[in-house]
């Protein structure tokens, strides 16, 4: 068979060539090459040389939210499709492995690799990041992706000298005080037993506001409000939901009092050592592969998350529970309280240099 090519048509024809050459070789290759395969490549291996690595996670966070969700339906699939499924995650959560001290001691056994971080685990593992969970730090989302944004470096060194690898930062969300008696001002928050769990900055808070709080663990708040041992909690809308805890209240505070930061974090030198058995450096690149992919997904994560808070608050609103607005007054005064619990806070839990690097960027940003 012979091809006859017509005068002035070579170009054309030419062009034709390449794009079925582009469609039969090399674009399939492209469409289906995983983020592993280059390294595989570097490093001389076939995939079938590569023993998956399977880290174990626990975590506070409620089957049915977007903290779990997500995981399952976008971080599971990414990590199987881009990593050929060397890396399995085996996901515990709902404190069905205690909270996030217990998380944290179960990795320093190893048995555990990780640890979805509430506020709590935040302050257990780098104190000085507390400084993000901080009351009244934050009016908006905005603001909280712009000084993340900006001191992310600075978070990571804090989790890194101390031993942990950081491979997510999301929300916990902000925190709402929810109630069974209508709370109308700080005097009646006074007279609430109210649950305290995630350490010093929420108590330091609380105490100052003259309310005594109750330290019960999270897990068991549920059935602290229905013994009648607390009737009020701080928390975020997704929480509360996921807990149905949201069944035993009735009001709320329109205005939020604490935004916490969430972080996935991993035990390093159990990385390091899983990341040993490979040759040369290609444990450390496909671990740093994989907390690449997973930065990739945090915007996404977040928007999840963030629908699902206000979602929540709708499902409470429309199943009965009320919002109480403070008054412009008693607001004035929880930001007072705040900034001495900034104050007091500094150079204990972090230093007051960092926060005012904070506030500067806050400022410049608000302007």
Not at 94 to 100: A, P, R, Y
Not at 269 to 279: K, L, M, T, V, W
Request: hydrophobic share 45%.
């Amino acid at each position: 068979m012979s091809i006859v090519v017509l005068p002035g048509r070579k170009e054309t024809i030419l062009r034709f060539a390449v794009l079925i050459f582009f469609m039969l070789y090399l674009a399939p290759q492209l469409i289906f090459s995983a983020s592993i395969d280059p390294l595989l490549q570097k490093y001389n291996l076939k995939i079938e040389e590569v023993a998956p690595i399977v880290l174990k996670v626990g975590t506070l966070a409620p089957p049915g939210t977007p903290w779990i969700n997500y995981i399952h339906d976008r971080v599971v699939p990414m990590f199987n499709a881009e990593m050929r499924g060397r890396i399995k995650f085996e996901i515990y959560p709902g404190g069905v492995m205690g909270n996030d001290t217990d998380v944290l001691r179960k990795m320093s056994l190893r048995q555990l690799q990780g640890c979805g971080c509430t506020a709590l685990g935040i302050l257990g593992t780098a104190p000085e990041a507390g400084i993000f969970v901080l009351p009244m730090l934050f009016n908006n989302y905005e603001e909280v992706d712009y000084i993340l944004s900006k001191f992310r470096p600075d978070i990571e060194a804090m989790f890194e000298k101390r031993g942990y690898y950081i491979t997510g930062l999301i929300d916990s969300g902000f925190f709402y005080m929810f109630s069974k008696k209508r709370i109308e001002k700080i005097d009646d928050m006074k007279k609430q037993k109210m649950l305290t769990w995630f350490g010093t900055i929420e108590a330091e808070t609380l105490n100052l506001l003259g309310i005594n709080p109750v330290n019960i663990s999270l897990q068991e708040s549920v059935m602290a409000f229905q013994t009648g041992i607390i009737n009020a909690n701080i928390a975020p809308p997704t929480w509360q939901l996921g807990t149905q805890a949201y069944t035993e209240t009735n009001f709320y505070i329109a205005q939020p009092l604490f935004y916490s930061v969430a972080a996935v974090l991993y035990d390093k030198a159990q990385i390091e050592s899983i990341s040993s058995r490979y040759p040369g450096g290609f444990g450390r690149d496909i671990v740093r592969l994989a907390i690449d992919l997973t930065k990739k997904l945090e915007p996404e994560w977040k928007r999840e998350l963030r629908e699902f808070e206000k979602k929540s608050l709708m499902v409470f609103e429309k199943r009965g529970m009320q919002s109480v607005q403070l008054s412009p007054e008693d607001v004035e005064k929880m930001r007072e309280v705040a900034r001495e619990v900034w104050m007091n806070l500094g150079d204990r839990l972090y230093s007051k240099e960092l926060l005012e690097r904070i506030l500067n960027e806050l400022n410049k940003f608000r302007k």
